[in-house]
Protein backbone atom coordinates (compact mmCIF):
# COMPACT_ATOMS: atom_id res chain seq x y z
CA UNK A 1 0.00 0.00 0.00
CA UNK A 2 1.26 3.53 -0.71
CA UNK A 3 2.20 6.10 1.82
CA UNK A 4 -1.32 8.54 0.43
CA UNK A 5 -3.78 5.76 0.66
CA UNK A 6 -2.85 4.34 4.23
CA UNK A 7 -3.27 8.35 4.92
CA UNK A 8 -6.60 9.07 3.50
CA UNK A 9 -8.17 5.36 5.10
CA UNK A 10 -6.72 7.03 8.35
CA UNK A 11 -8.07 10.08 7.62
CA UNK A 12 -11.14 9.14 6.76
CA UNK A 13 -11.42 6.43 9.89
CA UNK A 14 -10.90 9.27 12.28
CA UNK A 15 -13.41 11.54 10.80
CA UNK A 16 -16.03 8.82 10.73
CA UNK A 17 -15.01 8.65 14.40
CA UNK A 18 -15.43 12.57 15.17
CA UNK A 19 -19.05 11.96 13.19
CA UNK A 20 -20.50 9.51 15.23
CA UNK A 21 -19.81 11.17 18.72
CA UNK A 22 -20.80 14.22 17.56
CA UNK A 23 -24.18 13.12 17.38
CA UNK A 24 -24.82 11.90 20.26
CA UNK A 25 -28.27 12.53 21.14
CA UNK A 26 -29.14 14.45 24.04
CA UNK A 27 -30.92 13.13 27.62
CA UNK A 28 -34.67 13.52 26.57
CA UNK A 29 -37.37 15.45 28.86
CA UNK A 30 -40.46 13.63 28.72
CA UNK A 31 -43.74 12.62 29.80
CA UNK A 32 -44.42 8.95 28.93
CA UNK A 33 -47.39 7.13 29.15
CA UNK A 34 -50.03 9.72 28.16
CA UNK A 35 -53.38 8.12 28.59
CA UNK A 36 -55.76 11.47 27.00
CA UNK A 37 -57.03 11.71 23.61
CA UNK A 38 -54.74 14.15 21.23
CA UNK A 39 -57.16 16.83 21.98
CA UNK A 40 -56.65 17.10 25.79
CA UNK A 41 -52.54 16.99 24.90
CA UNK A 42 -52.86 19.54 22.79
CA UNK A 43 -55.32 21.73 24.85
CA UNK A 44 -53.04 21.73 28.01
CA UNK A 45 -49.79 22.42 25.65
CA UNK A 46 -51.59 25.51 24.17
CA UNK A 47 -52.24 26.25 27.89
CA UNK A 48 -49.17 26.07 29.07
CA UNK A 49 -47.18 27.58 25.76
CA UNK A 50 -49.65 30.25 24.63
CA UNK A 51 -49.79 31.25 20.78
CA UNK A 52 -47.49 28.82 19.06
CA UNK A 53 -45.09 30.63 16.46
CA UNK A 54 -45.19 27.33 14.43
CA UNK A 55 -47.96 24.24 14.02
CA UNK A 56 -46.91 21.43 11.98
CA UNK A 57 -48.87 20.27 9.50
CA UNK A 58 -50.70 17.40 11.96
CA UNK A 59 -51.02 19.44 14.95
CA UNK A 60 -48.19 16.98 16.50
CA UNK A 61 -45.32 19.27 17.00
CA UNK A 62 -45.30 22.92 18.76
CA UNK A 63 -42.92 25.82 18.57
CA UNK A 64 -42.86 28.46 21.13
CA UNK A 65 -42.40 32.08 20.74
CA UNK A 66 -39.19 33.22 22.09
CA UNK A 67 -38.61 33.88 25.03
CA UNK A 68 -35.89 35.16 27.52
CA UNK A 69 -33.83 32.70 30.15
CA UNK A 70 -34.81 35.33 32.71
CA UNK A 71 -37.71 37.31 33.30
CA UNK A 72 -37.51 40.93 31.17
CA UNK A 73 -40.74 43.15 30.91
CA UNK A 74 -39.33 44.49 27.06
CA UNK A 75 -38.04 41.34 25.72
CA UNK A 76 -37.34 41.78 22.24
CA UNK A 77 -36.70 38.30 20.51
CA UNK A 78 -34.91 40.19 17.33
CA UNK A 79 -32.57 42.42 19.47
CA UNK A 80 -31.83 40.05 22.72
CA UNK A 81 -28.25 38.56 22.28
CA UNK A 82 -29.82 35.03 23.72
CA UNK A 83 -33.27 34.05 23.24
CA UNK A 84 -34.92 30.63 23.70
CA UNK A 85 -37.89 28.53 22.12
CA UNK A 86 -39.79 25.55 23.35
CA UNK A 87 -40.24 22.90 20.48
CA UNK A 88 -42.97 20.20 22.10
CA UNK A 89 -44.07 17.06 19.92
CA UNK A 90 -46.65 14.25 20.56
CA UNK A 91 -45.02 11.09 19.78
CA UNK A 92 -46.59 8.10 19.02
CA UNK A 93 -49.74 7.08 16.74
CA UNK A 94 -52.51 6.01 19.26
CA UNK A 95 -52.87 5.79 22.94
CA UNK A 96 -50.30 5.46 25.62
CA UNK A 97 -48.64 9.15 23.99
CA UNK A 98 -45.26 10.37 25.24
CA UNK A 99 -44.74 13.81 25.12
CA UNK A 100 -41.29 15.44 23.94
CA UNK A 101 -39.81 18.62 25.70
CA UNK A 102 -36.95 20.23 24.34
CA UNK A 103 -35.67 24.39 24.68
CA UNK A 104 -33.54 25.52 22.12
CA UNK A 105 -31.09 28.41 23.42
CA UNK A 106 -30.15 30.62 20.78
CA UNK A 107 -27.10 33.40 20.65
CA UNK A 108 -26.42 35.99 18.22
CA UNK A 109 -23.69 36.00 15.95
CA UNK A 110 -23.87 38.97 13.79
CA UNK A 111 -27.07 40.06 12.37
CA UNK A 112 -28.36 36.15 12.42
CA UNK A 113 -28.91 33.43 15.80
CA UNK A 114 -26.83 30.42 15.60
CA UNK A 115 -28.71 27.26 18.29
CA UNK A 116 -26.49 26.83 21.01
CA UNK A 117 -27.62 24.40 22.84
CA UNK A 118 -30.23 23.01 24.81
CA UNK A 119 -31.74 24.13 28.35
CA UNK A 120 -32.52 21.30 30.72
CA UNK A 121 -33.84 23.43 33.19
CA UNK A 122 -36.55 25.11 31.43
CA UNK A 123 -37.79 21.92 29.63
CA UNK A 124 -38.37 20.38 32.91
CA UNK A 125 -40.58 23.45 34.08
CA UNK A 126 -42.52 23.01 30.95
CA UNK A 127 -42.62 19.28 31.06
CA UNK A 128 -44.37 19.43 34.82
CA UNK A 129 -46.54 22.39 34.06
CA UNK A 130 -47.69 20.62 30.84
CA UNK A 131 -48.14 17.65 33.70
CA UNK A 132 -49.82 19.43 36.16
CA UNK A 133 -52.48 21.16 33.35
CA UNK A 134 -53.33 17.53 32.29
CA UNK A 135 -54.01 16.09 36.35
CA UNK A 136 -56.38 19.28 36.83
CA UNK A 137 -58.38 18.86 33.81
CA UNK A 138 -59.07 15.24 34.75
CA UNK A 139 -60.71 16.57 38.12
CA UNK A 140 -63.70 17.80 35.71
CA UNK A 141 -63.62 15.66 33.91
CA UNK A 142 -66.54 12.21 32.95
CA UNK A 143 -65.82 8.94 31.16
CA UNK A 144 -68.33 9.89 28.47
CA UNK A 145 -66.29 13.61 28.24
CA UNK A 146 -63.42 10.94 25.81
CA UNK A 147 -65.89 9.52 23.69
CA UNK A 148 -67.88 11.05 20.91
CA UNK A 149 -70.58 8.29 19.71
CA UNK A 150 -72.80 11.07 17.41
Known amino acids: MTSFYKKFVFSVGIFFIFVCLGCQTAPKIQLEEQDRSLADLRK ?10 HVSENQREY ?8 AIDKFDPSTAKERQFARITILGDRR ?15 QQYQTSGLDKSSALQIRKDIKNKLVQGQDGMNVIDDFRAF
Open 63 to 70: YSQYFSRV
Open 96 to 110: PYIIDVAVFVEKRVG
Open 44 to 53: AILSVMGEPR
